[in-house]
């Protein structure tokens, strides 16, 4: 499988994506998710009740992260590809919805479904993205 690339120049100035640059991405595709759950539920308090929604989900991506380190120790950079990208969403929707559930907060099926969805769209989406519009490009 190819590596995704980012381009911002000329051909020859194509770049692999970088893992931090990965983790910023996956972390504001969680957060967005949370912003626009949020919004259509028209809940309280804006910063302090979305970090309060969204840090099991960040720990839980966070802990997809470090399974993809571990597994690829030594070898090319994890999280530029699909197969990543479903490691970290695996790690955001299961971490998560356990974190959430032993915090008292609620995971009915309906919301383990519609989060699972949302995350999946959004963690495997931008990735999806880059890999074509990298392709695209060449």
Same mark, same amino acid.
């Given at each position: 499988m190819e590596p995704v690339t980012q381009t911002s120049g000329p051909a020859s100035a194509v770049r692999p994506v970088s893992d931090p640059v990965a983790m910023a991405a996956d972390a504001a595709a969680v957060l967005l998710f949370v912003v626009i759950g949020r919004g259509s539920h028209d809940e309280g308090s804006v910063l302090a009740g979305t970090l309060a929604t969204a840090?099991?989900? @960040?720990?839980?991506?966070?802990?997809?992260? /470090?399974?993809?380190?571990?597994?690829? +120790?030594? +070898?090319?950079?994890?999280? +530029?590809?699909?197969? /990543?990208?479903?490691?970290?969403? /695996?790690?955001?929707?299961?971490?998560?919805?356990?974190?959430?559930?032993?915090?008292?907060?609620?995971?009915?099926?309906?919301?383990?479904?519609?989060?699972?969805?949302? @995350?999946? @769209?959004? @963690?495997?989406?931008? +990735?999806? /993205?880059?890999?074509?519009?990298?392709?695209r490009g060449r």
């Open positions: 840090w099991p989900f @960040l720990a839980g991506a966070a802990l997809g992260w /470090a399974a993809l380190a571990v597994a690829r +120790r030594g +070898r090319d950079r994890p999280g +530029r590809s699909l197969p /990543a990208g479903a490691v970290v969403w /695996a790690g955001a929707v299961a971490g998560g919805m356990v974190l959430r559930h032993l915090t008292g907060g609620g995971t009915p099926w309906s919301f383990v479904l519609v989060g699972g969805s949302f @995350l999946g @769209l959004f @963690l495997l989406g931008w +990735r999806a /993205a880059v890999r074509w519009t990298g392709r």
